[in-house]
T-cell receptor, first 118, second 110 residues
Framework: GAVVSQHPSRVICKSGTSVKIECRSLDFQATTMFWYRQFPKKSLMLMATSNEGSKATYEQGVEKDKFLINHASLTLSTLTVTSAHPEDSSFYIC??????????????FGEGSWLTVV | QKEVEQNSGPLSVPEGAIASLNCTYSDRGSQSFFWYRQYSGKSPELIMFIYSNGDKEDGRFTAQLNKASQYVSLLIRDSQPSDSATYLCAAWYNNNDMRFGAGTRLTVKP
C-alpha cells in the first residue's frame, strides 16, 4: 500500500489565491521530504528539499516566497503556492525517504496533486 | 555535473518481447540506483533498486549495474501492454541529493 499520502489529488483555484498541498508519510518518520513539479510529458523537477524543524532548501530558480514549504512534524510537510497564477498549473509531487524500507536511500512518492489555476 | 541520462524514446516493443531500458550517470560518487515506473497522470512508483555491480532480478524485471561504465539498465521480460509507461532512472549522490533522468516512454503493442 501507499507509504506516502498526498492531498488534495486535484485542486482548482482562482488566480491570485493560495493553495496548500499536504504530504504525509504513513507509518514511518520522514526527516526529509522532497517536492517536485512535473509538466505534461516532462521529467520531474526538484523544487525543494524539506527538512523537519528547519528551513527548506530550494533549487535554483524556485521562488521560496511563492512556494512556501513547512515541515513541522516528522510525518507532514506542506507546500503552499501563494498568489497562484495560471503558469503555476502543474502536477506537484512529494516524496519521502524511509530509512527502514529497502536500502537507506529508497524514496517513495505521494500520489501527486494536480493544480489548475484559472 | 551530476546528471542522469536516458533515451527519451519512445521505445516500442511487441507483447511478449524483452524491453531494454538504459541509463547512464555522470558522477562516480553515486551509490544507489532506482527504477521507477510512471503512468500518464500518475505519480512514479518504485520498481527496483540496485547498488551492487551485476544483475538483480525481481519477477519479470532485471536491473543491471556496471559502475565502471556508469551504466544502469532495466530489462522487462515478457512485456505486457500494461507495462506501457514512462520509466525513470534515478541515482543518489548523497543523503539528500537524488537525481532523475528524463524518463523513457515504453509502448508495448498487443
Amino acid at each position: 500500500g501507499a507509504v506516502v499520502s498526498q492531498h488534495p489529488s486535484r485542486v482548482i483555484c482562482k488566480s491570485g489565491t493560495s493553495v496548500k498541498i499536504e504530504c504525509r508519510s504513513l507509518d514511518f518518520q520522514a526527516t526529509t521530504m522532497f517536492w517536485y513539479r512535473q509538466f505534461p510529458k516532462k521529467s520531474l523537477m526538484l523544487m525543494a528539499t524539506s527538512n523537519e524543524g528547519s528551513k527548506a532548501t530550494y533549487e535554483q530558480g524556485v521562488e521560496k516566497d511563492k512556494f512556501l514549504i513547512n515541515h513541522a512534524s516528522l510525518t507532514l510537510s506542506t507546500l503552499t503556492v501563494t498568489s497562484a497564477h495560471p503558469e503555476d498549473s502543474s502536477f506537484y509531487i512529494c516524496s519521502a525517504r524511509d530509512l527502514h524500507r529497502g536500502p537507506g536511500n529508497t524514496i517513495y512518492f505521494g500520489e501527486g496533486s494536480w493544480l489548475t489555476v484559472v | 555535473q551530476k546528471e542522469v541520462e536516458q533515451n527519451s524514446g519512445p521505445l516500442s516493443v511487441p507483447e511478449g518481447a524483452i524491453a531494454s531500458l538504459n541509463c547512464t550517470y555522470s558522477d562516480r560518487g553515486s551509490q544507489s540506483f532506482f527504477w521507477y515506473r510512471q503512468y500518464s497522470g500518475k505519480s512514479p512508483e518504485l520498481i527496483m533498486f540496485i547498488y551492487s555491480n551485476g544483475d538483480k532480478e525481481d519477477g519479470r524485471f532485471t536491473a543491471q549495474l556496471n559502475k565502471a561504465s556508469q551504466y544502469v539498465s532495466l530489462l522487462i521480460r515478457d512485456s505486457q501492454p500494461s507495462d506501457s509507461a514512462t520509466y525513470l532512472c534515478a541515482a543518489w549522490y548523497n543523503n539528500n541529493d537524488m537525481r532523475f533522468g528524463a524518463g523513457t516512454r515504453l509502448t508495448v503493442k498487443p
